[in-house]
């Protein structure tokens, strides 16, 4: 695993040197959107819902819409200067009953892992949790956000819980549970003796998920009938149609050898080989221009242009050959 946070519990006069790991993950199968003629990935594009226009990410905005229709828009510049909770400090503001927290608060859950030193307080503070049965409540700032969150113990481990605010709570507004039920005895009796006979001990490796399951068995027997395709080749282009500015290791590495040799530049192989090929049509453009220019100035006849036509292009056909130089110092590389 690797550590998220660090910073320390802080209680009274004891601090803790922690590091947060994430205690949970999620195990669901994830599925891609792709053409089903040719296996392609569905792309989505950024559009304006008035222009039209397709919207790169440097025009985004923040916009926040109040109930009376009007809408606020936040730039970055705006988000900048609110304060920014960045304290390396888990605060504990006070230990409660562990009853008395309602696990509807609870959000994400997380390991705090003692420093090699703070081992002892560390242990100190887990045993005190366990012999109070009690939660400590704490604040810390994750990702720059303040949240509530609690302290408890699982096996040998302090795990911090995050929390909800309570006003993200929504409250059950059923009108159907205000009105009067009669209950008689006898079915309240034999509602708790069906429930006395279903007890157990919940034990969670018991439970798995049965439609994770079915989901592997029924990718695993179309492999083996041969029911897939090779992969598409991905594609450079990004969702707006323009070629895709990432340039992997190995074609950083080459440049970086054909500069040391002095036989490359800043260009891509495909853009020297481009290049090359550009010059190609233009260097017989000169020729023949220049055999234009130097007929009536000499009065040479018709062979003797097209002789120096040649002579011309020869002049210039060192540039086809700077491609396979290239191609060379490629494969040496």
């Known amino acids: 695993m690797r550590a998220i946070w660090k910073g320390a519990v802080s209680f009274g006069l004891v601090n803790v040197p922690v590091r947060l790991f994430a205690a949970t993950e999620e195990n669901d199968i994830r599925f891609h959107q792709v053409h089903r003629e040719d296996g392609g990935r569905i792309r989505y594009k950024r559009t304006c819902s008035i222009c039209g226009e397709e919207i790169s990410y440097d025009a985004i905005a923040k916009g926040y819409e ?6 606020v828009i936040l730039t970055d510049e705006d988000l900048d200067q609110l304060p920014v909770a960045t304290s390396h400090e888990i605060d504990v503001v006070e230990f409660v009953p562990s009853n008395q927290v309602d696990p509807i608060l609870f959000a994400k859950t997380y390991y705090l892992e003692p420093d090699a030193k703070a081992a002892k307080p560390y242990a100190l503070l887990r045993e005190a949790l366990i012999e109070t049965e009690r939660m400590a409540i704490v604040k810390v700032a994750l990702r720059q956000k303040e949240t509530l969150a609690v302290l408890r113990v699982r096996d040998k481990a302090i795990l911090l819980q995050t929390m909800l605010w309570p006003d993200e709570i929504r409250k059950p507004d059923f009108p159907i549970l205000d009105s009067d039920v009669e209950l008689r005895p006898q079915e309240l009796k034999m509602a708790a003796s069906l429930v006395e006979s279903m007890a157990a001990d919940f034990e969670p490796d018991q439970f798995s998920d049965d439609y994770r399951e079915a989901v ?4 695993d027997a179309k492999l083996e009938r041969g029911e897939s395709a090779q992969l598409p080749a991905k594609d450079d282009k ?19 050898v054909d500069r040391a040799r002095g036989t490359g530049s800043d260009d891509t192989a495909d853009g020297a080989k481009s290049t090359s090929a550009e010059a190609e049509p233009a260097a017989k453009t000169t020729a023949k221009t220049a055999a234009k220019k130097s007929a009536p100035a ?19 056909a060192p540039a086809k050959k700077s491609a396979p130089a290239k191609k060379a110092a490629s494969k040496s590389a």
């Open 216 to 219: 592997v068995e029924l990718i």
């Open 66 to 71: 109040t109930s009376d229709g009007q809408l």
């Open 298 to 316: 000499k009065k040479a006849p018709a062979k003797t242009a097209a002789r120096g036509s040649r002579t011309a292009a020869a002049k210039k």
């Open 238 to 256: 990004d969702s707006g149609g323009k070629t895709s500015e990432v340039i992997d290791l190995l074609t950083a590495l080459q440049r970086s």
